[in-house]
């Protein structure tokens, strides 16, 4: 298990064996490990357990859930005051889930049933809509984001330019030596089960040959910064520039691509600004690529994007479980490539994918406007690119 995957999973163990409080809901794009850390956690508690899923065939009966739940509770009676789990997988495809568990975790919690409740679903954006309009100060959530490079090193023994490629989708990582059998499994089943399952059938969407062309052009363009209504000149049947930052979101929610907004020190500044496409695995360019996926890495620009996209993805996966916030700066044609926030410290990142150290006009402009901030150069001579990508984000702020 990834050292990432297996921390998380010892704070779900220790959530579950210590005073029962919270519903503990496991948060996550498709095939980064949420199943596996629960099934680990789940056996390392020490306590009875009862596991279902919503995939399976008689969970659309009414009363399903109500019926596993039961069994949880009698598991839970069984071992007294130490309670038992319930874990409910693919929870957001039972019909009005999250009103079905705010009533059942009630009933718990006026008869001080000692069970605790796991949740966990392939749909980030469904569980998020019902866990905060329906169960707000009812549960703990455990984000888990795209396996990094270090993960992917130390499980598959990548280095960094199979990362660059192939991206942080572990269960992909066993089709790279066949690139046409990789790219296609990650169109299909990764890129088209999380749109056509996660998004369309679960949230609003008018256009959905729109919502598909968007992030097609987010991925093909990640690490650039693209205003709405540029947008709306590269995209057919666009609707509108609100249209497009609605769908910009459910993507960024189904933990695919986002847009990075500009840096201000103003939010309201921020909200408005043009974003900055980045993918959050980089395995989404490369399979949408149309070529083979490590004729990529033969030309300068298209791996310095992919070395950018590679770094921006690291920092955003850091940001989706709130080790930070990411931005990007830019005034006039003047541009830092990310500003990164945490506890209070500002820090501009600068990527550069060869050798040659050129100037660096828009971080001394950035240090004019900010100078309290601090600046690190990835790339050229400044970090090495693979040094930057197996720390923490955490580890460049002192």
Not at 18 to 38: A, E, F, N, S
Not at 142 to 166: C, G, N, Q, T, Y
Not at 215 to 222: D, K, N, Q, V
Request: hydrophobic share 45%; glycine share 8%; aromatic share 8%.
């Amino acid at each position: 298990m990834p050292e990432i995957i297996r921390a998380e999973a010892e704070t779900l163990r220790d959530r579950l064996v210590g005073p029962r409080r919270h519903i503990q809901v496991v948060v996550g794009p498709r095939q980064v490990g949420k199943t596996t850390l629960v099934r680990w956690a789940l056996g390392a508690s020490g306590l009875p357990t009862h596991y279902a899923t919503a995939d399976d065939p008689g969970s659309l009966a009414e009363g399903w859930l109500r019926q596993q739940w039961e069994l949880g509770r009698a598991r839970a009676a069984a071992n007294r005051r130490k309670g038992a789990v319930l874990a409910i997988d693919e929870l957001q495809k039972l019909p009005n889930w999250s009103e079905q568990v705010k009533r059942l975790w009630d009933e718990d919690a006026a008869a001080r049933c000692p069970l605790r409740v796991v949740a966990l679903g392939s749909s980030p954006l469904l569980l998020q809509k019902g866990l905060t309009e329906s169960l707000a100060g009812r549960f703990e959530a455990i984000r888990i984001p795209h396996w990094s490079f270090d993960e992917m090193r130390r499980a598959f023994k990548f280095d960094l330019d199979r990362f660059l490629v192939f991206g942080g989708y572990p269960g992909a990582a066993s089709l790279a030596r066949d690139q046409a059998r990789w790219a296609a499994y990650v169109r299909e089943s990764l890129v088209d089960t999380t749109l056509n399952l996660d998004v369309l059938q679960l949230s609003r969407v008018d256009k959905p040959a729109l919502l598909r062309r968007l992030f097609e052009l987010a991925c093909t363009h990640s690490g650039q910064q693209l205003s709405y209504q540029k947008m709306l000149g590269q995209l057919q049947d666009a609707g509108n520039t609100v249209t497009l930052a609605h769908y910009l979101r459910l993507l960024e929610a189904a933990g695919m691509v986002r847009g990075i907004e500009k840096y201000a020190g103003d939010m309201i500044r921020q909200r408005a600004s043009s974003p900055k496409f980045q993918v959050l695995n980089t395995a989404l360019t490369s399979a949408l690529a149309g070529d083979e996926p490590r004729k990529l890495l033969a030309s300068p620009d298209l791996r310095g994007r992919l070395v950018e996209s590679a770094v921006g993805a690291h920092l955003a996966n850091a940001a989706a479980t709130g080790r930070c916030r990411l931005f990007y700066w830019r005034e006039r044609n003047l541009e830092v490539d990310f500003v990164v926030e945490r506890a209070g410290k500002v820090l501009a990142i600068e990527v550069k994918s060869g050798r040659r150290r050129d100037g660096l006009p828009g971080v001394g402009a950035f240090l004019k406007a900010y100078p309290k901030a601090r600046t690190l150069l990835v790339g050229a001579d400044g970090v090495a690119v693979e040094e930057f990508l197996l720390k923490p984000v955490e580890a460049w702020f002192g």
